[in-house]
């Protein structure tokens, strides 16, 4: 998809949801009911390709521990992607990795890598182990500045299935560490080998706040 048309299609989506919260009345019902589906709440969402291709927007599954959610693109600042769902939640993805939520239980308000991030070079170009810093904020509880060692790896070849179409993937495993806060967890990223573009990822983003991330319909700039 061209540029001006994957813009095209950002816009759309966030007009779609400042008219839904401001109350307008000049979309048409279906317009309406197309975008209260599309970012509405419930224990586990089973979307299918088809309704999926039916929403003129870039579409994201994303999973917690509470249930599930469908996010939309809203805006893009930079290499920065805002995700937003129902309730007040989004997500900020950088490089296919969570930079920031809103509006879940425990949040990550802001993250600060080290310059040589491996995310920004792209996954795929792991080859042997490696390893970075990063800084994080937590809320609530304003946990500020707490230095996480993050260690990559990949692990292997997976084959993935989103809306029955089948990915060849590298698994990477990430395991990240804050002592002094006594905090560990391990994420994995399912990457496409050719360009690193994550279709699927299972992240903590702070001590208690899992996400499970599936791409539906994404959006893929050209890396540089």
Known sequence: MKHGAARLLVHLAWLFIVVTLAGCTTLSLSNLDSLKQAVRHRPTLTPTAAEVAARPYYQLLASTPEGDALLVLGNIDG???????ANGVIVFIEHGRIVKTAGLKQNLDNTMSSADDPFVAGLHRLTTPTQ???????????RFGVQVQAHLASTGQDTIEILGAAHQVMRVEERVEAAAAGF???NRYWVDPRDGFIWKSEQTVAPGQSITLVQLRPYRPVRQ
């Open 184 to 186: 560990s967890a391990r």
């Open 132 to 142: 970075y810093v990063r800084v994080e904020d937590w809320t609530p509880g304003y």
């Open 79 to 85: 290499g920065r992607e805002a995700w937003y769902g």
